[in-house]
Each structure stands twice: as structure tokens, then as C-alpha cells.
């Protein structure tokens, strides 16, 4: 595994419209895989490798990470803000962040809620957090924090990379982990299709990157990049699990943005079962991906998903299995290889 690239992509900030620095991780991982790159009005890293008369191809892994932005800073410093992307309130709480500048200084703060601390409550009085209940403690004075943060900067979660047994957990792993298989996965294909490779910006809050960046490309095919749910964990009831982790890469079969294309996925199961690649089928009641922007755009495009299975999504201990994520690799590479020996196209 190339520790080195995904903690590059993981650790680099960048919230919905700021992913400027992620942005530059990617260029640079992608320049030596492709014949031309550049970058759209939306900023999405639309890379090309010319092809030889094969397909036209495009995956998309979304750059942007879930995160805030300062909206309010009060008499004594501390900090409110607006969150950017979903989140659940109840696992913010003392979690640590970044509050970055425009003057592009990371200041480390904590987080914490406008309420009493467990010492001082009374019984009956302890109930789950709100996001409005929430503010950024810098540990600054009221003046320093108003001579350096400014209302609209962006602030992240903050976690370094690390192995957890089996898995690797990490901050933003939705959707650097995706990026990364993409990367990986040019690394390995030889093809006569022609590659299109996009970061998209801006999926945490609406598909807003892929929809242009899929109307721009118009590719004959489109294969998303995602993490989804592997709800296999105490508490939670076996059919509403979704993937689970170790089973394989995850190849979606319905989420409420989108129905992927069915000749399209039986491909992608033929090849992994004569590759002895280990997959699972996804169904995602609620939640989608790029896949669900760029289907619908001009007159239809043919589309589906590949996922890595991942844990506590949504938070700074995003884990997912190292040997998931190898065969999200090889999946995706095998069938970038072999994209022209079949047709996906419906017909009478």
C-alpha cells in the first residue's frame, strides 16, 4: 500500500469549494499517469489518457471532505460555525479540529458544547448535543482570535493516519480513499479505452462537481468512486449492515441517487469472480455518489459504483480494510483493461 500517497491525500484540508490543497496532491499524483490535465470552473481535476479506438471512460472520486465554516466569534473567542456536509452532532463532541487562515496558518482547537459538564448535572439532565450547542475553542484571546480568523474560513477535523489491525483509520477517508484507489488503479491498466480521471469537488453538498464535470466529458461509461457504509458493528441488525468489512469491494446495485446500469454490474461480477476478486453486492437505502449527477446528464450516461466497505463514516475514525481496498484496485483496473469486450447499451 502506498502509505506515503494516502496520507498526502487524507491530511491535506479541503472542505465543499476549498479544495484547493487536496487539489494539488492529486495534479501531482496524476501528471505521470495521463496525456493532458487540467482543471474545470469548478475545480474538478479532469485528467485524460488517451485511447486507441476503445471507450470513452470516466471515474470520479469525489476530493472535498465534510467540515465547517466559521460563521460567529463571540466577546470571549470562541468560535460558531456552519457545518458543510452531514454530520451527527453526537460524535463532534471533544473531538479536535483545524481552523485554517487566510493567511494559511492551521490553528489547532478543540470542540466542545455550550452545555454544563457532566459534574455540575442534575439527574434527568444529560441528553444528547445539538450542532447549534457547539463552538471552537482556540485557547485564544478574544483579539488574537479576531486578528487571525476570519467569518468563511474553513475548519476541519483533525486525525493522522494510522493501522488499526487490519484496517487503515483516518480522517476524510471519504472520498481521499477513493482518489487513491483511482490513482492506484491507472498505475496497473493498460487499455485501449480512453481514461478519463476526475476528483470532483463539492459531493458532500450536493453532486455539485460531477454534474459539470459529467456534462463537460460526456463519456460512454462512468464508474464512481466511493466509500459506503460497512455497518457490521455491535448495534447494528445484520440486514441493515450494507457491506461488510473484509468481504471484498462493494459493487453498487441501488442507492437513492441512482439505479445503476445492470449489464454494466454483470460485467463487473463476471470479472471479479474470474479474477477470484473478492466482492459483495451494495444496496445503500439512503445516501448516493457522483454516479447519481453524472447518469442523468445530457441524453444518459452509462454508470455505476465501486465502494470500500468503511466504518464510522462520517468521522475522524473512518476505518476501512487494507485488503478491501487492494481489490477495489484490481477490480477497477481489470475492468478499465477489458471495458471494450463487452456493450452495456440496451437494445430491441
Known amino acids: 500500500m502506498n502509505e ?7 491530511q491535506a484540508p479541503g472542505i465543499a469549494g476549498h ?37 470513452r471512460i470516466m471515474l470520479a472520486a469525489h476530493m472535498d471532505e465534510i467540515g465547517f465554516l466559521v460563521k460567529f466569534i463571540d466577546d470571549k473567542g470562541f468560535i460558531r460555525f456552519q457545518p458543510v456536509g452531514g454530520f451527527d452532532p453526537r460524535v463532534l463532541v471533544a473531538q479536535r479540529v483545524l481552523v485554517h487562515t487566510r493567511s494559511d496558518v492551521a490553528l489547532q482547537g478543540v470542540l466542545q458544547s ?16 445539538k450542532l447549534e450547542d457547539l463552538f471552537i475553542d482556540l485557547g485564544l484571546s478574544m483579539e488574537t482570535v479576531k486578528d487571525q480568523v476570519s467569518i468563511g474560513d474553513m475548519v476541519t477535523l ?5 493501522r488499526t489491525g487490519t484496517l487503515v483509520t ?20 493498460e487499455t485501449n479505452a480512453e481514461i478519463i480521471a476526475v476528483a470532483t469537488t463539492q459531493e458532500e453538498i450536493g453532486l455539485r462537481g460531477a454534474e459539470t464535470a459529467g456534462y463537460g466529458v460526456d463519456p460512454d461509461i462512468a464508474i464512481a468512486l466511493d466509500v459506503t457504509l460497512a455497518n457490521d458493528i455491535p448495534g447494528g441488525a445484520p440486514e441493515l ?3 461488510r468489512i473484509g468481504d471484498g469491494v462493494g459493487i453498487k446495485t441501488f442507492d437513492s441517487s441512482q439505479v445503476p446500469n ?75 483493461a477489458e471495458a471494450d469486450t463487452s456493450r452495456y447499451r440496451y437494445s430491441i
Open 4 to 10: 506515503e500517497l494516502l496520507t498526502a491525500l487524507t
Open 19 to 55: 479544495e484547493d490543497k487536496v487539489r494539488d496532491v492529486v495534479v501531482s499524483a496524476l501528471r505521470p499517469l495521463v496525456d493532458d490535465i487540467r482543471i474545470d470552473t469548478m475545480g474538478n481535476v479532469i485528467a485524460t489518457r488517451n485511447g486507441t479506438g476503445g471507450p
Open 114 to 129: 455550550a452545555t454544563k459538564p457532566i459534574h455540575l448535572l442534575q439527574p434527568g439532565e444529560l441528553s444528547s448535543p
Open 158 to 162: 483533525d486525525g493522522p493516519v494510522q
Open 170 to 189: 483516518s480522517r476524510a477517508l471519504d472520498d481521499r480513499l477513493l482518489v487513491y484507489v483511482m490513482i492506484e488503479a491507472l498505475k496497473r491498466t
Open 241 to 243: 449492515a450494507v457491506t
Open 262 to 336: 445492470r449489464l454494466l454490474n454483470n460485467h463487473l461480477r463476471e470479472l471479479a469472480e474470474r479474477e477470484a476478486i473478492p466482492y459483495q453486492i451494495e444496496v445503500l437505502p439512503r445516501g448516493g455518489t457522483d454516479a447519481g449527477a453524472i447518469q442523468r446528464t445530457r441524453s444518459g450516461v452509462i454508470t455505476s459504483t465501486l465502494s470500500v466497505p468503511t466504518r464510522y463514516i462520517h468521522t475522524v475514525n473512518e476505518s476501512a480494510s487494507v485488503a478491501d481496498i487492494e481489490a477495489t484496485i484490481q477490480l477497477l483496473a481489470i475492468f478499465l
